[in-house]
């Protein structure tokens, strides 16, 4: 009986136990506060509102449709996904990179310019958007350690450089007839990202490549990184405790201009194999920050910093997401879809706050249980 | 000063004397104080009971359960089981509040004070009287002038207190405690940061008190205050009680033996020493200070040969950090040469100094010492693990032989823990925390050992064990380079004494042909010697 007790009590101390089950009770208390938002506005379609969400591709009966638009969240899910990895990696080394956002939009620049404007084959491009969204973030992350610029405000502000610096770099892309970039499609063959047969799979929805394999991969190479490598323990060290990492001789500054790099290279990579699978363009003149980078820092604490449940989080907030462009717009206005995943996603944002809830309760439970068992003891 | 002391602590013991004959005529008393945390007992059964008047010392090692006891009395934590009761009457503390409603204050042994503040404004803060919103300095000013006079705790009630000593700004945590009324007084390890004059002057005022009729509970590990201050003292260990002694009739050997559980010995055994070539040799070094204009260290010349433990004495805060930081790379130097076996370190970055020969017991483990989140062994191979035994050309670590390292020093050393090299190192004890840092260090097989304050806030056992390596090493043919504030340390392990004030070596001086009252005066500033470089 105490034997078991404590065996449990275990398994609910364990880290990863505890993230995943804060990270669900986090969804769903971000589901039903939507729940109950829906149900203000107009409580007659709150129920399917908040069904299609949930649903997502699953809203067609056809097998054949619903594995066409599993493929296309998946596609999403791997951009987000990347840049879930780029917040989480600079996060190892103490650092908030909400530059994500600016690196995934210079990663789209230079993708679709190398790609469209120059003719490059989809390996060129792809490098270049990590190359150079690497350098963005190299940018922060040199700010950071040699001038002490608090890498938040630094990489706000290159996100509005980032964003107007490729508008206008991409105007010269631009299709004559539409305010977006010209489809790689016809423009340039070579720049789309090869399917291998992938796409079968997925009912011949032809945006689902290599991409979605390569942010797995990459997911994995990242949390070896971490975990295995030299260079791991040093970012471990130098996030965790600076001045010990100084004191035994690391060098923190380049540590963090690397990790920014590197931080900045997944996120450019990211908006690569969004943009060069074709699935979508970019639109010259877009005054607004594309949410992809932003909702990689949800997906990242949704998966509780780990890059493996980064992978669970990215295609769970991709999910819904896409859920959210089914939802009844008849009944409700078109930014419905995107209140109720704002509603879930900044709940993603109490994973760890339940994650300290549950501790405190079970070193409760532990006192009373000691004190219950004493008590026995004594009569 | 001193005099007038003796005749308080004479009329002191009268008093004593007086009271003791009614019995039960305890100020507060902590009957049967049991407390306990998920998997240990922090409190077991403990009676503490201080009289009225009277200066009762609180002895115990780290993890006793000093602090724990202290926190129930004022109302942080209730206990499991045992009472409280105040002039007899029985008492429930929930909180801070209340206990400061109870009469009950403490000095903390870090001060509780708003730097930017004058010492007025710090003793009003929180009881401040007002009058239809205007707060009424000048009737506080009044009672506080009238406490400092009456208990002889003079201090400046304008000055601000980042401008004042260090004593003074213990003169207003007192004042502040009187201000409120408060009848019994605790103060936990108030003697740390002070010099041995300071001290003195501490302690008289502490009789002052106690024949005022207020009732101090001390909270030390210093046998030699307990023995000059205290009436009584109550021991514990382990969370135990062991018993309360009339100091009168004990000896430090008999407190030490029930604090400990074993006779420890107070004094290092060592040799004399056999100073060989210079290791280390600091010229004319100065380092700019992180605050304020004027430099933190001024124009330091020291060495330090092989075989001898070289200990830099001083109160805290007269530049032995920066000076540190200076000698290990932490902080740039500003002019000065560094000389580590005849080659200059001077610019040289901190790998490079901590792989030619140097190891360094750094004075705060939390921040340098330990990545508290890190396991024990990879806190054990922090300065290693680069090293071809510990990552392999492809830059992975090799775990395994990790674990075999860390396992080896775990054993060799001591270190206990938990779950062994995979503890978190957040989770080991100040004790352990510090033997995993010397084993790092001391395993680096290092020419030049500089260690900062390496036994603060240990344990006796713990205190013996580093001074037995710390010798070893001096033996083995090492430089030992050692700052500490602690005095009694100082005067056990030093070959060689150099005192640093305000940035400057004092003075220096064979801890044979100096007394520690002559120490205090170097350190305080008031005597000062020409100390220069020896070729």
């Given amino acids: 009986m105490n034997k078991e007790r404590t065996k449990k009590a275990s398994i609910l101390r364990n880290d990863g136990f505890q993230t995943t089950i804060s990270s669900i009770l986090c969804i769903l208390i971000g589901f039903l506060i939507g729940y109950i938002v829906l149900l203000i506005i107009n409580p007659k379609g709150a129920g399917d509102a908040i069904l299609a969400i949930m649903k997502n591709f699953l809203y067609y009966s056809s097998a054949v449709s619903a594995k066409k638009y599993l493929g296309t969240t998946l596609v999403k899910a791997s951009a987000l996904l990347m840049c879930a990895l780029s917040v989480l990696f600079a996060n190892k080394v103490g650092l908030f990179n909400i530059g994500v956002a600016g690196q995934y939009v210079v990663g789209a620049g230079a993708s679709l310019y190398f790609a469209v404007g120059l003719g490059m084959p989809w390996y060129i491009s792809l490098l270049a958007a990590i190359i150079f969204a690497a350098a963005l973030g190299g940018i922060s992350g040199f700010l950071k350690s040699y001038f002490n610029v608090n890498e938040v405000i630094s990489c706000i502000m290159l996100n509005w450089i980032s964003l107007y610096c490729v508008n206008m770099l991409l105007s010269t892309v631009k299709e004559s007839s539409t305010p977006y970039t010209k489809p790689l499609s016809s423009a340039n063959k070579d720049g789309l990202l090869p399917n291998l047969g992938l796409d079968k799979i997925f009912s011949n929805n032809k945006f689902v490549t290599i991409g979605v394999v390569l942010s797995v991969i990459a997911a994995i190479f990242v949390s070896i990184l971490l975990d295995k490598t030299k260079f791991g323990y040093e970012l471990k060290a130098t996030g965790m405790n600076k001045h010990a990492a100084k004191y035994c001789g690391m060098k923190e500054k380049r540590n963090i201009i690397i990790t920014m790099m590197i931080s900045g290279a997944l996120a450019g990579m990211g908006a690569g194999i969004f943009y060069l699978s074709g699935i979508e363009q970019w639109m010259i003149g877009q005054t607004s920050i594309p949410a992809m980078g932003f909702n990689g820092i949800a997906a990242a604490f949704l998966g509780g910093l780990n890059p493996i449940g980064a992978i669970f989080a990215s295609y769970f907030i991709q999910h819904i997401t896409s859920g959210g462009t089914y939802v009844d717009k008849t009944m409700y206005c078109t930014q419905i879809s995107d209140l109720m995943i704002a509603f879930i996603i900044y709940l993603c944002g109490f994973v760890f706050f339940f994650k300290l809830f549950l501790n405190k309760y079970l070193d409760k439970r532990d006192e009373k249980m000691a004190a219950k068992a004493r008590e026995g003891g004594e009569a | ?535």
């Fill in chain 2, 1 to 535: 000063m001193i005099k007038e002391a003796e005749n308080l602590r004479f009329l002191n013991l009268k008093i004593c004397g007086k009271r003791n004959q009614i019995m039960d005529n305890y100020a507060i008393e902590m009957l049967g104080i049991t407390k306990k945390f998920p998997g240990i007992i922090a409190n077991d059964n403990i009676t503490l009971q201080v009289k009225k008047g009277e200066i009762h010392a609180l002895l115990g090692e780290n993890g006793a359960g000093k602090s724990t006891l202290m926190s129930i009395l004022f109302g942080f934590y209730q206990p499991d089981g045992g009472e409280i009761k105040k002039d007899g009457k029985k008492i429930k503390i929930n909180n801070p509040n209340e206990a400061n409603a109870l009469g009950i204050g403490m000095v903390h042994q870090h001060f509780k004070l708003v730097e930017c503040f004058t010492v007025l404004d710090n003793i009003i803060l929180g009881a401040e009287t007002t009058k239809g919103g205007f707060l009424q300095k000048k009737e506080a000013k009044k009672k506080v002038l009238e406490l400092s006079e009456k208990y002889g705790l003079y201090v400046d009630p304008d000055a601000i207190i980042e401008n004042i000593t260090v004593g003074m700004q213990q003169r207003t945590e007192i004042l502040k405690m009187l201000y409120r009324d408060n009848e019994i007084l605790i103060f936990d390890e108030p003697t740390a940061v002070l010099t041995p004059q300071e001290i003195k002057e501490l302690m008289a005022i502490m009789k002052n008190l106690a024949a005022e009729g207020k009732s101090i509970l001390f909270i030390t590990h210093k046998l030699a205050e307990i023995m000059e201050a205290a009436d009584r003292c109550s021991v514990l260990r382990k969370g135990k009680y062991i018993g309360t002694v009339d100091v009168k009739d004990t000896t430090p050997e008999e407190l030490s033996a029930m604090m400990v559980g074993r006779n420890v010995s107070l004094v290092v055994e060592k040799k004399p020493s056999e100073p060989g070539n210079v290791v280390l040799d600091v010229k004319n070094m100065s380092v700019a200070s992180q605050r304020g204009k004027k430099d933190a260290v001024k124009n330091v010349s020291l060495q330090v040969r092989r075989g001898e433990i070289v200990c830099i004495a001083g109160i805290d805060g007269n530049g032995q950090t920066e000076f540190i930081y200076g000698l290990s790379g932490l902080e740039p130097v500003k002019s000065g040469m560094i000389m580590m076996n005849g080659k200059d370190i001077t610019r040289m970055p901190i790998r490079k100094r901590l792989t030619s020969g140097m190891s360094h017991i750094p004075e705060d483990r939390h921040k340098h010492g330990l990545v508290l989140d890190f396991s024990l062994e990879d806190n054990i191979v922090l300065q290693r693990y680069f090293e071809p035994q510990f990552t392999n050309k492809f830059g992975f670590l090799k775990r395994n032989s990790i674990r075999e390292y860390a396992n080896r020093l775990i054993k060799q050393y001591d270190v206990r823990s938990g779950q062994g090299p995979a503890t978190k190192a957040r989770d080991m004890s100040g004790g352990n925390q510090q033997k995993a840092i010397i084993a790092r260090e001391i395993d680096k097989n290092p020419e030049i050992l500089i260690a900062v304050q390496p036994t603060r806030g240990l344990d006796v056992g713990a205190v013996e064990y580093i001074h037995k390596q710390l010798v070893a090493q001096r033996d083995a043919g090492k430089g030992v380079l050692l700052v500490s504030f602690e005095l009694d340390e100082v005067m056990n392990l030093a070959d060689r004494i150099l005192v640093m004030y305000e940035g400057e070596i004092v003075g220096e001086f064979s801890p044979g042909q100096v007394s520690v009252e002559e120490l205090g005066l170097y350190m305080a500033g008031s005597k000062r010697m020409e100390v220069g470089a020896h070729e």
